[in-house]
């Protein structure tokens, strides 16, 4: 049983318990005839399905939508906010002390209602005046900075992307605005990796945390390693699609699955393979080159070569001249979110090989 339906039934309980107490309090329950006893089992079966039905929207309901509202506030916010609930809860107080003399009903609701009222107008004024209030205690310049920072969009790194490494360099150019998230359970799973047996996972996961170093250090934008998990989500790309959902932020992966699961439910993905694909040098069809062919291909008498970029070309009958550079034509360009593969042929004129 996991805490909403604890919950709900706790809830449920209680109104039931509450509906039975009105009702003994209205009527004689022992005098009544067994048909009247009915409608109190009615009554307070009803009372039940409302407090089963109704606890989330005051409890686990509000208590996420404050969870998410304290996740995406920055910290000057939540410091501003908490100083102007001090004081708004000090005035209440100095405000409770007369209000309780009060005969009667007044002088035991006032006094509460005084204090919450203190408590929520404290909490507006100053998260009003809060850059106001920062220049003159001194800190405007340094917490307006931290505060463009902090308001800049997020960008959720998936395990992929941080292994790749590409992201690393992308960073440090400056292109990327925005903070870079990595959630915790992003980095256990490359420490997981790190950990394998197998030593070309182990050699992965060990890249990636080295990666991430360089990451934190080198790059313009800041990084940041989030403790924040996901309820009621199984794996690491489930509980990162939930997160961006939570967040309305954007992945950056080179998971080809997670890039499309991401989509279908409406979210951004910046996958940096496209970004890799959007920025090479064009090769068109019928464009003639040089190139050197290092080894053989998968079909017969086909050889392989590799652009400067690292694009792989498969050349049609260039098996014999393995570790030769000749002249091709391109006969086709494929062109995936998966990567590139450019098709050739020998030009009539590439006989005479180059060493």
Known sequence: MNVTIA???LGGTLAAAG???LLSSVVELPARSSQDLWVVYAVVTAGFGIGYLGTPYVTTHPFFWLRQRIYRANAIDILAASVGLAFGLLIGALL???LSFLPGYLGRVL???A???MAYFGVVAVLAHKQELMRITGLGARAASRSESSSRRLLLLDTS???DGRIADIARTGFLDGSLMVPRFVLEEIQHVADSSDSLRRARGRRGLELLNRLQKDSTSPVEITDVDVDNATGVDAKLVRLAQTWSCPIVTTDYNLNHVAQIQGLEVLNVNELSQAVRTSVLQGEEMAVRIVQEGKEPGQGVAFLDDGTMMVVENGRPYL???VEVTVTKVLQ????????ARLRPASNGLRA
């Open 7 to 9: 919950l709900r039934v």
């Open 19 to 21: 509906a039975f107490q």
């Open 96 to 98: 409770a002390f007369p």
């Open 111 to 113: 006094p509460v209602v």
């Open 115 to 117: 204090s919450a009222v």
């Open 161 to 163: 992307a941080i292994i």
């Open 323 to 325: 570790d030769s550079t």
């Open 336 to 343: 995936t979110a998966a990567g590139r593969m450019i098709f």
